[in-house]
């Protein structure tokens, strides 16, 4: 079975500070894993993934994620946050043995103040 | 491309009622989803059909059924509503080869 964690409910940072939201999962085989961010009333966008390739790997807005095998984590950073950052994020992995089924962490809500 | 639309975006129904949820996407996606989010636990998968023609029970399936009309639309049906199925319901698609899914806006149900 696949399973992922978002250890914090809530992170608070100022802006202009870096931010980052931690991610820890487990799978049978080797994960795809992925960050996806919602907006008040709205569904959930698309950040990036991992694949295969470097463990360091860059999205949509200027976030990034580092792929940790050895730790099984995947935590999305990003070097300067902005109000606008704050949203709902969510963590997921697939097994790359277990098809198109994705698993979703419960998310972590990023607050980001002036 | 209007991506991945739902319908409605608002229901309330009452208990033993039955509703008919809608999806479709444009993008011309093999695979669809239905995912429920509650609070604090994230998106459940309900049900999902990797390709026309299939579909298969998600991590969720009780009191839901699913048809997927065509490549485009795939509905999930609530044939006696409960109070527990009051939830934020979320229609994903991803394509052959894709990796990540794209999702809808949503439809928030109330069962009272």
């Known amino acids: 079975a696949q399973s992922v964690a978002q250890p914090e409910d809530q992170v608070n940072v100022a802006e202009g500070n870096p931010l980052t939201v931690k991610c820890t999962y487990s799978v049978s085989g080797n994960p795809y894993l992925f960050w996806y961010v919602q907006y008040p009333n709205r569904g959930l966008q698309f950040l990036l993934k991992y694949i295969t390739g470097d463990n360091l790997v860059k999205g949509s807005y200027g976030f990034e994620a580092e792929f940790n095998k050895s730790q099984t984590s995947f935590h999305l950073k990003k070097p300067s946050a902005l109000v606008s950052d704050s949203a709902l994020y969510f963590c997921?992995?697939?097994?790359?043995?277990?098809?198109?089924?994705?698993?979703f962490g419960g998310g972590t809500r990023l607050m980001v103040k002036p | 491309n209007a991506g991945v639309t739902q319908t409605p975006k608002f229901q309330v129904l009452k208990t033993g009622q039955s509703m008919t949820l809608q999806c479709a996407q444009d993008?011309?996606?093999?695979?669809m989803y239905w995912y429920r989010q509650d609070p604090g636990m994230g998106l459940r998968l309900i049900y999902y059909s990797a390709s026309e023609g299939t579909t298969d029970k998600g991590e969720v399936p009780n009191g839901y059924n699913v048809s997927r009309l065509n490549k485009r639309e795939f509905s999930l049906r609530l044939e006696s509503a409960a109070p527990s199925q009051t939830s934020v319901y979320f229609c994903a698609s991803s394509g052959q080869g894709w990796y990540e899914q794209y999702f809808g806006p949503g439809t928030r149900l109330t069962v009272t």
């Open positions: 993008m011309n996606h093999n695979s």
């Open positions: 997921a992995v697939r097994d790359n043995n277990a098809g198109n089924m994705l698993t």
